[in-house]
């Protein structure tokens, strides 16, 4: 897996997301609610466990952060196989990621311009 911090330019403003990415589905967090990679890394886990709950107990995820297929960028089917992969997925990230690399992610990787 991987994570970038992702710059966004236009001719008016600047926006900041981290964008996970790799053997996991996809998603894009703004720096505003993740303010380093370790916060980001959880805030993706907490999103997507919303997700395992929601198709877990029967409810609709259509409000929740859209989870993609990582091949083809389609919404993935809200499955127990879904689940299943993605619990696994989310539990490498959460039990070996994040500790190897806290002290890392934890730096404040991105800048405030005026």
Not at 11 to 22: A, H, I, L, N, S
Not at 69 to 87: C, F, G, H, K, Y
Request: aromatic share 8%; proline share 7%.
């Amino acid at each position: 897996m991987a994570l970038f911090l992702f710059d966004a330019w236009s001719d008016t403003e600047r926006r900041q997301v981290w964008v996970v990415c790799g053997e996991v589905p996809p998603a894009q967090l703004d720096v505003g609610f993740a303010p380093n990679g370790k916060e980001a890394l959880e805030g993706y886990i907490g999103e997507l466990d919303a997700w395992i709950v929601a198709t877990r107990t029967g409810e609709r995820v259509d409000d929740l952060m859209p989870v993609l297929d990582r091949r083809t960028l389609s919404p993935i089917e809200p499955t127990q196989e879904a689940v299943d992969d993605l619990e696994q997925r989310l539990n490498f990230i959460e039990t070996k990621i994040i500790p190897e690399y806290a002290e890392k992610l934890q730096g404040n990787r991105y800048m405030k311009h005026p």
